[in-house]
């Protein structure tokens, strides 16, 4: 956001960006599921980190728009291929799956300290030089593929022999999704909260620098968000072990509903606790959610049911994106983002409410 900022680009011309990612992440969303599901979790894993180098290749040449653009299409197809499939192979590694939601908060907790750590150092980086950022990002990703190549396929019970061919899988998908109530209220309900947080990490750091933050400060109190989540996401097991599962989603969005609200304040260190609030607040609540959703998706479709709620966020993230784009035409991106926050996150509230009703009456 704010690279694009510096290199001439509008706020409305940005939201139009990520509203064309969106669309093509939700085209791209459901089809690669059934993909990963088809050539093994591995295989889409380096694929999509693949296409995700194409993409940062393209902000050396941030001035040509159909090159940025053509690089968010092909890190939208990446991302796609990457969703989904992480979790479902780290599920199908876990023998007792009364145990998942344990390795679950691990797994959260190692990528979001990594996040932490490019949060809290990439602005810095920045400042001295984009393009310095840009060729270690690069060099990430090259790791990243090497160490996916170098996994044991057997060990991580990759069994992609097992799937039907891609007509099966895709009549399998719509019909568990057809007679599977709660699947489609789960769903919705991850993909509402998603959508609301995803916006809230995109604009967030442009409303700070809005409000008078430099580049690196703005990383660094991201960075210390990514760093809190890492921690307490990593306990996530513990406190639903004392605390129903259904009342600590339904706690935490509430607070982060009032959080969103705060927005409207303006003021920057009220704006940072939010963004707190609302993106440890996520950590906790998505992973619940998504181990609920992992309890009911069968194995050889269980990458294409976990690609489904990113293809519900990437609808709505569509549809933000062109809201928030419309709006700050005529209101501050604080109002508009607040505002849009609060409305996905009671939607959100109201789908898990009535999961709940679902699950009592079954």
Known sequence: MIFLRDQGWSISEIALLESVYTIFQMVFELPSGIISDKIGHKNALALGEFLCGFYILSYFFAKIHFII???FIMWSLGLS???GTDVSL???TVTDKEQYLKYAGYFKTIGILAIALSDATGGWIAEYSWNILFIIEMIIRVIAIVVIFSMNSE??????????NIKDLVINVWNFACQNKKFRLLILSMGFSSAAVTLSHQYGPLILKNLGLKVGSVSTIFGIISLIAAVIVGFTYKITKRIIEDKVVKGLISMSIIAFLIFLVKNAVITSIGLLVINVGFELWNVILENQLQRIAPKKIRASIISS????ESILLTCGSWLISTLTMKVNISDALGMLGTILLILSVICIASLRRTKIRS
Do not use: H, K, Q
């Open 309 to 312: 709620v990113y293809f519900i």
């Open 90 to 92: 780290l599920y199908d």
């Open 69 to 71: 653009y053509a690089g």
């Open 81 to 83: 291929l990457i969703s």
């Open 155 to 164: 060990e991580f019970n990759d069994n992609n022999d097992e799937t039907s």
